[in-house]
């Protein structure tokens, strides 16, 4: 990479007042060498020379040659289309000259180093500890979901709320998310062809934002934050620079090693994978959160349909719901989002209204694991959360609530023996007598099995008394002359009677 004029402009601006840049195409042009003039210098291709009138240097140009020049005013008309930055009278041209060759030789570094680090099978968080170095200022990159993937300066945790949300919680908090969206914050750095300092709406401090593309497709963005108010256009040039490296070098690796770096690879792939190893799953916990093995946790989880996977802002408000409030880390695979919460037993309570409401909010079930401690068993917790969530019909409901996958057990297992095993006489019998009768007898004993024969719970359920419960039950009882009492009975009862309840 080359620095512009501009860019050069820029930094010798804030050390010299009443600087400016002339000539039309000054701010397009880049190049790649310096030189002091010389009483007979001969211009040559990419060249920017610095002319001490009072030493009587001159830039002869011969030919059709492309180079630019830094002048005081006295001299600026002698070099009429030129691109030229142009001095106060007076200024010290030597001293100028080793200030933008300090500059030049820290853009080189890093230019070598960004260059090194992308060739090589290394980090994002190391590109942008290399771009630190030369823009010591809070920086992340983050996926099309502004999700943080890497990122520079940890201590800002301890300015911005919504940057240590992002550490910990893995997604924006949903106040950010919706000021984005209300503002069009959101829509005008994704669609913006250039880096750009952003006077945000949405944030506590401004930043400078470089939508990363690939083919003309946003893969990931790049930010600088304003911490002191002080950054510029040099800080743009870099972030637009950089976001221009990293397009191709992403873009072509998703699949490859950097793809670690991106959070819809790192904890979701894990889990997805075949018999995870609990030394990937470990380290993959330890990234995404900073959490041992041995704990206390749940896994949430809710499907996310094409509309939302192409709309970020909403599956970001969808990722932000679940974990906002609580000791959580959101997670998104490829067509599930799913949120792992720890010390969730500390205030289960709390975590199932969350949920409740999640679920209200999104207009779909929410699926909730069971309580575990040992991190190493997720996937399995995972893989049942797949089952439910790929069941026919699972999201097509009036009123969205959070699925226990155990409440879903005797349905499941039913589904899965269907063809395998035999149908129950006793529930033929039932049915039959429910056809004929207009009785609800297939039903009632469902819901009495399901509820461990209580008649209290169970009347509270069909909306009866629990006397006339009991009546009912004691004509089934005489209908089908099975034994209740019998555990193998009441599990092949329920099964067989839950395929009829489910498929009525």
């Given at each position: 990479m080359?620095?512009?004029?501009?860019?050069?402009?820029?930094?010798?601006?804030?050390?010299?007042?009443?600087?400016?840049?002339?000539?039309?195409?000054?701010?397009?042009?880049?190049?790649?060498?310096?030189?002091?003039?010389?009483v007979d210098t001969v211009a040559k291709?990419?060249?920017?020379?610095?002319?001490?009138?009072?030493?009587?240097?001159?830039?002869?140009?011969?030919?059709?040659?492309?180079?630019?020049?830094?002048?005081?005013?006295?001299?600026?008309?002698?070099?009429?289309?030129?691109?030229?930055?142009?001095?106060p009278n007076g200024t010290e041209m030597s001293k100028v000259f080793d200030y933008v060759l300090a500059e030049i030789e820290r853009f080189r570094q890093w230019d070598e180093a960004i260059n090194e680090i992308l060739l090589g099978e290394t980090s994002l968080e190391d590109v942008l500890d290399a771009t630190f170095a030369l823009v010591p200022r809070p920086m992340y990159i983050a996926d099309t979901y502004w999700r943080m993937v890497a990122c520079a300066d940890d201590g800002m945790n301890e300015m911005s709320s919504y940057w240590l949300h992002e550490i910990r919680?893995?997604?924006?908090?949903?106040?950010?998310?919706?000021?984005?969206?209300?503002?069009?914050?959101?829509?005008?750095?994704?669609?913006?062809?250039?880096?750009?300092?952003?006077?945000?709406?949405?944030?506590?401090?401004?930043?400078?934002?470089?939508?990363?593309?690939?083919?003309?497709?946003?893969?990931?963005?790049?930010?600088?934050?304003?911490?002191?108010?002080?950054?510029?256009?040099?800080?743009?040039?870099i972030a637009e620079k950089l976001g221009k490296l990293l397009g191709p070098v992403l873009g072509g690796r998703r699949e490859g090693a950097l793809k670690e770096d991106f959070s819809e690879a790192g904890l979701a792939s894990v889990l997805e994978s075949v018999n995870p190893s609990a030394k990937q799953l470990a380290s993959a916990l330890a990234t995404a959160t900073g959490w041992k093995m041995d704990g206390d946790f749940r896994l949430a989880a809710v499907r996310t349909f094409e509309r939302e996977r192409s709309s970020p802002l909403v599956r970001m408000r969808i990722e932000s719901l679940l974990g906002s409030g609580l000791d959580s880390c959101v997670v998104a695979g490829e067509d599930t989002t799913f949120c792992l919460y720890h010390k969730s037993d500390r205030d289960y309570e709390k975590l199932l209204t969350h949920l409740e409401e999640c679920a209200k909010d999104i207009g779909r079930n929410v699926v909730l694991s069971e309580r575990f401690s040992d991190f190493s068993v997720a996937p399995l917790y995972y893989r049942q959360f797949r089952v439910l969530l790929d069941e026919e019909g699972f999201d097509a409901c009036e009123q969205p609530r959070v699925v226990m996958y155990k409440s879903m057990m005797a349905h499941m297992l039913a589904k899965w023996c269907r063809r395998k095993m035999p149908r129950m006489y006793s529930v033929d019998v039932l049915a039959d007598y429910d056809a004929m009768h207009g009785t609800d007898y297939v039903r009632t004993l469902y819901m009495y099995l399901a509820r461990e024969r209580n008649t209290v719970a169970t009347a509270a359920a069909l909306y009866m008394h629990r006397n006339s419960v009991h009546t009912r039950i004691e004509r089934i009882c005489e209908l089908i002359e099975d034994d209740l009492d019998d555990a193998d009975t009441r599990l092949c009862l329920l099964l067989a009677l839950n395929d009829r309840v489910h498929t009525s």
């Open positions: 080359k620095p512009s004029l501009s860019y050069i402009f820029h930094k010798v601006a804030a050390v010299h007042d009443r600087t400016r840049i002339e000539d039309e195409n000054a701010w397009k042009f880049d190049f790649e060498w310096l030189a002091i003039a010389s291709n990419g060249f920017l020379y610095f002319i001490d009138p009072q030493s009587g240097a001159q830039v002869a140009p011969e030919g059709d040659v492309r180079f630019a020049c830094v002048v005081v005013q006295d001299a600026s008309e002698q070099f009429a289309g030129i691109p030229r930055i142009v001095l919680h893995g997604c924006l908090p949903l106040d950010a998310i919706e000021r984005l969206n209300e503002t069009g914050e959101y829509r005008r750095v994704l669609e913006a062809n250039k880096a750009h300092l952003v006077h945000t709406e949405s944030f506590n401090l401004d930043y400078v934002a470089k939508t990363v593309k690939f083919r003309g497709r946003p893969i990931a963005f790049l930010f600088i934050i304003n911490t002191w108010g002080d950054l510029g256009p040099c800080e743009v040039e």
